[in-house]
C-alpha cells in the first residue's frame, strides 16, 4: 500500500476511516470471488487426490491379480504325516504321489575324536580338565598330546570394498608361505563380507574342483588382488601369519610402560623371529626377561623387563628415555597353532580351510571360528563330560562317494590331528535317504527333497505306502478373489459417493472477515457444506465407472476359457440388487469355491487371461487398462504431491488466480489511496475556509 499523508476527519468531524472502509467492502468483491474460485479449485484438487490414491490402490491390487500365484495355491495332504510330510509350490501338478517305503534315512557325518583308536580316548590328561573358555597356551600341558606352538603373529587385517574392477589391498606384514609340489600356499585366511576366498600366488594352480572366489597374493608388493571387483562398502577381513612383526610408537620423557600388541612373546625364537628392541637408534636384546643394551656384554645393568605372557614391556632405568620424545622399535614374533579341515559338497567340490590358533584364543573360540565358516559346512561341538570333540557335517547325505565327507589334513602335530586327536578318526553317517517312490527305487542326499514342484520330507523309515496328494487351496483362492472384490466395491463406493455427494451453492468459501463472526464450530459446519458436491457428476468419474461396470459385465472371449464360465455370473460373482451402490459386486461363496473346485484353470483365465482384443482379455487384465487410464487422466488434472502447479491443470489455474488476485490487490490498494487522498484534500479544503471564516469574524466582532 502507498504511505501516504492521511487526515482523518479533523476538520471536518466525519469517520473517514469507516467510510472509506465501506466503500472499499463494495469495491472488494470481485476479489473475494476471486479468493473463493481459488479456494474451490483447492478444494477439488484435494478431493481428486484422495480419490486418485483409491484408483491407485486398486491399480496394485489388478497388478497382483495378474500374478499366477493368486489362483495356483496348492494345498498337500498325506496319509500318515509321522512318516511323510509334504509342501506344494503354485506350479506343482495336481494329483497325487506314492512314497511304498523308505529304507533309509539321510544322516550327517561325523568324526569322534580318538574314534581312530581302539579304546575311545579323551583329549585331556588323566586329573587334568579342559577349561573351554581359556587360552589354549595356559593348558597346553593339560592336553593328552600337549599343543604344537609354532612362532610367529596371526594378524587380523579389515578393509572396505570401494567397487573397483581390480580390487586389492595390501597387507602390513608379509605372510608366512610353504611350497608344495611347486605350488606356494600361504597362511592366510580370506573372507569378503563373510564368503570365503581361496588364496595362491597364481589363479592357475587351482584344482578344477576347488574353482570359487580366489585372491591372488604377490609376495614382492605385499598386494592382495581379487579376481573380480568387490563392491563398495564390502567388508574384507584378511587373518594370516606373519613371522614377525614390529611395532613403532613415540614415548615421552619418563614414560614407565609400552605394550605391545600381542601376548605370548615367543621369547626362544631366533632369527629374523627373535626379540629386538631400539630406542632412539640403540639396540637392546632380550635375556631371561630382562632388557640389556646391546653393547652390555656383561648384561650387568638391565633397563627394563618384558613380561612374555601379556607383551608388557617394564622401563626401569629412566635414563634410556630421557629425551622429550622417544622412537621405540619392538619387532617380535608370538606364539600360534595351526588345524586343517575339509569336506565335501554334493557337486564333488572341496572347501578346504586353515585356522591360525592364537596362544590367547581358547577351545570355545576355536569352535566358533569353525562353526561361524561360511562355506566349511561343518559343526564342532566339545562335551566336557566326556572330554571329546565331535565334528558334523551341516549337510546330509553320501556326498563322496569314495570315502569321508570330512577331510581331516595338515601334519601330524595339527591341532586336530594332533591335540584333538582326530589323527584316523572314524567317521559315520554320511548316508543318503533311500526310498521307493511310484514304484521306482532312489535316494536323496537329504530328507527333504523336492520333486516336480512338491518338496517332500521323510520324517523315518517305514514298509506301509504313505499318499501325498496335491489339490488347489480354495480357501485361499477363494479369499484372493473375495480381496480383489472387496477392492473394487471400496473404490466404487468412494467414487460414486463423490458423484453423489449434494452440492450447496448458497454456501460459498468463508472469507477472513466473514470467519471472524463465526464460532469455530461453525466454521466446520459451513466449510463442509462450501466444499461438498465439488466433484458432483464429474464427468472423467462418470466414465471411468461406466467404463469399469462394462469391462466387468463383457463376456471374456478366449478359446481357452471354459464357455460354462466365461462371465463373472458364471462363478457366482454378480451385481448387487440396490442400482443406488453404482455396480457394488457381491459373492455367492458356494458358487464361487465350486468352480475353483472343479475348474481352476477355467477360473483364473477368467480374470487374467491375456489377448490382443479387450474382449479376449480376462476381467483383470481390462480393468488394469481402464483404471491406469483414469488414474493417468486425474494426475493431468489434479497433479501428484510432488508436482508444482505448472505441470497439472488445476494447479495452472490457481496459479492464474494467484496472479489475478495479486493484480486486484495492488487496484484496491491504489484505489484506497485515492479514496484517502481526496477526503485528504477535502479536509485541507475545510480546514482553510474554517481559518478564513475566523479571520474574517475578528473583523465584524470589533
Not at 483409491?54 to 494345498?75: A, E, H, P
Request: proline share 1%; charged share 20%; no cysteine.
Amino acid at each position: 500500500m502507498t504511505s501516504i499523508q492521511r487526515i482523518t476527519g479533523l476538520a471536518s468531524g466525519m469517520d473517514i476511516d469507516s467510510i472509506v472502509e465501506k466503500m472499499m467492502t463494495a469495491a472488494k468483491q470481485p476479489l473475494v470471488k476471486l479468493q473463493q474460485q481459488k479456494q474451490i479449485l483447492e478444494w477439488q484438487e484435494e478431493d481428486y487426490r484422495t480419490l486418485n490414491q483409491k484408483y491407485f490402490d486398486f491399480r496394485s491390487t489388478l497388478s497382483n491379480m495378474k500374478l499366477t500365484t493368486k489362483y495356483r495355491v496348492r494345498t498337500t495332504t498325506s496319509s500318515n504325516e509321522n512318516n511323510v510330510t509334504a509342501t506344494a509350490a503354485n506350479n506343482a501338478a495336481l494329483g497325487s504321489a506314492t512314497i511304498q517305503s523308505v529304507t533309509q534315512l539321510a544322516t550327517a557325518a561325523t568324526k569322534i575324536s580318538g574314534s581312530g583308536s581302539e579304546t575311545a580316548t579323551t583329549i585331556s590328561k588323566s586329573g587334568a580338565k579342559i577349561k573351554a573358555d581359556a587360552s589354549l597356551y595356559s593348558q597346553t600341558g593339560n592336553f593328552l598330546n600337549g599343543i604344537t606352538w609354532n612362532n610367529g603373529v596371526v594378524v587380523s587385517q579389515s578393509f572396505s570394498g570401494d567397487g573397483d574392477a581390480t580390487a586389492s589391498v595390501k597387507l602390513s606384514n608379509p605372510p608366512v608361505s610353504t611350497t608344495t609340489d611347486g605350488i606356494t600356499y600361504y597362511a592366510m585366511n580370506v573372507k569378503v563380507n563373510g564368503k570365503t576366498y581361496q588364496v595362491v600366488n597364481d589363479k592357475s594352480n587351482i584344482p578344477d574342483n576347488e574353482k570359487g572366489n580366489y585372491a591372488v597374493y604377490n609376495a614382492e608388493s605385499g598386494v592382495l588382488t581379487f579376481d573380480s571387483a568387490v563392491s563398495s562398502g564390502f567388508s574384507i577381513n584378511v587373518e594370516y601369519v606373519a613371522g614377525a612383526v614390529t611395532e613403532t610408537k613415540t614415548l615421552a620423557q619418563g614414560t614407565a610402560t609400552m605394550q605391545l600388541g600381542h601376548g605370548l612373546i615367543a621369547t626362544d625364537a631366533g632369527g629374523d623371529q627373535a626379540f629386538s628392541l631400539k630406542i632412539n637408534n640403540t639396540n637392546y636384546v632380550l635375556e631371561n626377561d630382562k632388557l640389556y643394551a646391546e653393547s652390555d656384554t656383561g648384561k650387568s645393568s638391565p633397563i627394563g623387563t618384558l613380561d612374555a605372557s601379556t607383551g608388557l614391556i617394564t622401563f626401569t632405568d629412566s635414563a634410556v628415555l630421557s629425551g622429550e620424545s622417544n622412537t621405540i622399535s619392538v619387532t617380535y614374533s608370538s606364539k600360534y597353532a595351526t588345524m586343517s579341515l575339509g569336506s565335501y559338497n554334493e557337486d564333488g567340490s572341496i572347501n578346504k580351510a586353515t585356522f591360525y590358533i592364537d596362544g590367547t584364543d581358547s577351545l570355545n573360540t576355536v569352535m566358533a571360528d569353525v562353526n561361524n565358516h561360511s562355506t566349511l559346512g561343518i559343526g564342532m561341538y566339545y562335551d566336557a563330560n566326556a572330554d571329546r570333540v565331535s565334528l558334523t557335517r551341516k549337510s546330509t547325505g553320501d556326498l563322496n562317494k569314495d570315502g569321508d565327507e570330512i577331510i581331516i589334513g595338515g601334519s601330524g602335530n595339527d591341532f586336530l590331528n594332533q591335540t584333538l586327536q582326530f589323527n584316523g578318526s572314524k567317521e559315520s553317517g554320511g548316508e543318503n535317504a533311500k526310498f521307493t517312490m511310484n514304484g521306482l527305487e532312489t535316494e536323496r542326499t537329504s530328507n527333504t527333497f523336492a520333486i516336480n514342484g512338491v518338496t517332500y520330507t521323510l520324517k523315518s523309515k517305514f514298509d506301509t505306502p504313505v499318499t501325498v496328494t496335491v489339490s488347489n487351496d480354495t480357501d485361499t483362492i477363494f479369499k484372493n478373489i473375495k480381496d480383489f472384490v472387496d477392492q473394487y466395491n471400496s473404490l466404487i463406493d468412494a467414487v460414486q459417493s463423490k458423484l453423489n455427494e449434494d452440492r450447496y451453492p448458497d454456501y460459498a468459501p468463508l472469507t477472513d472477515d466473514q470467519r471472524k463472526e463465526l464460532t469455530d464450530t461453525q466454521q466446520d459446519q459451513w466449510d463442509k457444506k462450501a466444499r461438498s458436491g465439488l466433484l458432483r457428476n464429474d464427468m472423467t468419474l462418470k466414465s471411468s465407472l461406466s467404463n469399469m461396470r462394462s469391462l466387468i459385465y463383457s463376456k471374456v472371449n478366449n478359446a481357452n476359457i471354459s464357455s460354462e464360465y466365461s462371465q463373472l455370473s458364471s462363478i457366482g460373482i454378480t451385481t448387487t440388487s440396490d442400482w443406488l451402490e453404482g455396480g457394488k459386486l457381491e459373492i455367492d461363496e458356494d458358487k464361487l469355491k465350486a468352480a475353483i473346485q472343479n475348474d481352476p484353470d477355467s477360473v483364473e483365465l477368467l480374470f487374467r487371461a491375456s489377448g490382443s482384443t479387450t474382449s479376449e482379455k480376462g476381467i483383470v487384465q481390462r480393468l488394469y487398462d481402464s483404471v491406469n487410464q483414469t488414474y493417468n487422466t486425474i494426475v493431468d488434472k489434479a497433479g501428484k504431491s510432488t508436482y508444482v502447479n505448472t505441470q497439472f491443470t488445476i494447479g495452472k489455474n490457481i496459479n492464474d488466480l494467484t496472479d489475478k488476485i495479486s493484480d486486484m490487490n495492488d487496484k484496491l490498494d491504489k484505489l484506497e489511496d485515492r479514496y484517502y487522498a481526496q477526503f485528504t484534500a477535502m479536509e485541507q479544503a475545510i480546514q482553510k475556509y474554517n481559518s478564513q471564516y475566523t479571520y474574517l469574524s475578528s473583523f465584524f466582532s470589533q
